[in-house]
């Protein structure tokens, strides 16, 4: 907006309020990931150390060889993030690509009721969504977390609008080449869609990875808990066991951070438009 | 010359390969919302009319409103109600202004902006039970916060257990971690102004206070429509912050009760599926009204 090189207190000003705001940023995480390599009196005697005295793993040994449901927990987060992406990218594709491309029968009626119900409260669908999952047996189970989460009408939406959007020529070249309309979408589509998926996938990915409420909901053995449950209840084990639980914080942490440092481009490109964070 | 103006072509007949193709590719999404959104929303209905037993096998009694003139008895509704409404009232503004001062600043010509945003960007990935858990251990009577207070001269508090500022520490946390999102939003709209606009304003002598409320303000409009908008409707679902503070209670002493709680509370600890549904409701319909009041304030201003 302005150009500040020619203003250089205003400058000056400006590095130090993002240098702040940095380390307010950073100093929970920091704090924590800190804690984490502390043994617990360094923590409860209250002295401030942003560096462990006495450097420990001790904390994350816990993690891993006590509390062997961690593992667990995990996988069964890792299995259903992935699925739900994987799933969510080849379907709301599919669905966007047919509301784009293809003209059917009732099309008109399904694009405009997938345009209403992206107007729908999640809490409306939740006590409902959670009896009919109860009266199909599928009460804390990996299908009852994955299926119906695996289509999403933001992301079906935005599907639809990349595909209008897109050249018509190859996929006219692809017909030519005999290609039907499943090898056209699998063979020129999707490749061409990298970018609008990788989006789409990193925030399905982070959205089911954080999750909290619908875990909470239809999980209740400890053994099928994703890790936000799974910290939840360490917490309730271990009350005052900071050290425990600011490793196993971190321990879910990372994995997130990994991916985010992998995809951010992406994550940033599909910050704008989609919505934010219960 | 006139070129005679060709009408796009109507199928005489209905595509059958077309059509088939159009089904298989929609029937994943079809089936999906239809059992999981579709029905549920129709369920819904159903249940926030009846008194519903869950021992053994479910029983529906048709009770009619009962479950809606109950939510105006019942004094946790109203706690609850104040509770979300003084959160979203306190952390949408600040919220947002936060983000725009931060896209401002990130957008003023600075360096390394890419990095900053990254950095700043870090809460945002980060789940919400982890922020949380940090959070109650920092906000501990002992915790860095209350050090650093103690340091600074500030009055310290039991951040935990005190029902006047318990609620308040959840509200800090969460404009720290979801400023940074709108941030971003922001971002994107500022580079989309075009530097003429300023310059041109630089030629009549406008200073850069003077440009940031009479050209950058105004023309974020639509921008802040939808972060403000986007806003309401994230904050008055706060649940996993609140149930992980309080450990599912609401407390202390209801201090942390919101909406989506009390939801929570009725289908689990009272197996109220009825009046579960109810409540939810009525949270829809607030979230629906404050958005179109919204709406009228934000979205039909000509800038």
Known sequence: ?278 | MVLPIRRRRINPRWNITETLAGYIFMMPTILVLGCFVILPIVYAVFLSLHKVQLLGGIDYDFIGFRNFTRLVEDERVGIALRNTAEYVAIVVPSQTILALLLAVTLNSGIRGKNSWRILFFLPTVTSSAVLTLIFMWIYNTDGLLNHVLAFVGLPTYNWLGDPAVALKGIMIMNIWSTAPFYMVIYLAALQDIPQKVYEAAELDGANWWQKFIYITIPLLQPVTFFVVAIGIIGTFQLFDQSYIFSGGTGGPNNATLTMVLLIYQAVFRNLQMGYAAAIAFLLAVIIIVVTLIQQRIFGNQKT
């Open chain 1, 1 to 278: 907006m302005t150009n500040i090189s020619r203003l250089p207190w205003l400058k000056a000003l400006l590095y130090i309020v993002l240098t702040l705001y940095a380390i307010i940023t950073l100093i929970p995480f920091l704090w924590a990931l800190s804690a984490s390599f502390k043994p617990l009196p360094e923590i409860i005697s209250g002295e401030l150390n942003f560096f462990p005295q006495h450097f420990t793993l001790d904390n994350y040994r816990q993690i891993f060889v006590q509390e062997q449901l961690f593992w667990r927990w995990f996988f069964n987060s890792v299995f259903i993030a992935l699925s739900v992406t994987l799933l969510n990218l080849l379907f709301n594709s599919m669905a966007g690509y047919a509301l784009a491309r293809l003209s059917f029968v009732g099309k008109r009626f399904w694009f405009f009721l997938i345009l209403a119900l992206l107007a729908v409260p999640t809490q409306i669908t939740l006590i409902p969504t959670f009896l009919i999952l109860k009266a199909i047996g599928w009460l804390n189970s990996y299908q009852g977390m994955i299926v119906p989460g695996m289509v999403n009408a933001t992301f079906i939406f935005m599907m639809r609008q990349f595909f209008v959007n897109f050249p018509q020529e190859l996929e006219e070249a692809g017909q030519l080449d005999g290609l039907n309309t499943l090898g056209i979408f699998r063979h020129i589509v999707l490749p061409l869609a990298k970018p609008a998926l990788a989006a789409q996938a990193v925030f399905v990915f982070m959205s089911s990875w954080n999750n909290f409420l619908l875990p909470i909901v239809i999980l209740f053995d400890p053994e099928m808990f994703t890790l936000p449950l799974g910290l939840n209840s360490f917490k309730g084990q271990y009350i005052s066991y900071w050290n425990y639980i600011m490793a196993a914080s971190m321990m879910f942490t990372l994995p997130a951070l990994g991916i985010y440092a992998f995809f951010n481009r992406y994550f940033i490109q599909g910050a704008t438009f989609t919505g934010g964070k219960g």
